[in-house]
């Protein structure tokens, strides 16, 4: 499973796409390194599970993140 996430600046709909493009990023790069694409589960959590919390609309670096989970 590779699920990408985002701060919370920005709109949901915005941090959603964001997390999608950042989890396929790295799948492609998984895939490039030989893994097999039909193992390999994409989520995007947007700005809904902060590793640092933080307000709104708050740039957070940290947050910005990829999590490669094996099953």
Do not use: C, F, W
């Not at 998984?30 to 708050?58: F, H, S, Y």
Request: a positive charge; glycine letters at 8%.
């Amino acid at each position: 499973m590779v699920t990408g996430h985002t701060d919370t600046a920005g709109s949901d709909a915005y941090n959603d796409r964001l997390a999608l493009d950042r989890a396929t990023v790295v799948r492609e790069m998984m895939i490039v390194r030989g893994l097999t694409p039909d193992g390999i589960t994409l989520a995007a959590r947007g700005k809904r599970e902060l590793l640092v919390p933080t307000p709104d609309q708050t740039h957070e670096p940290r947050n910005r993140r990829v999590v490669v989970t094996v099953r």
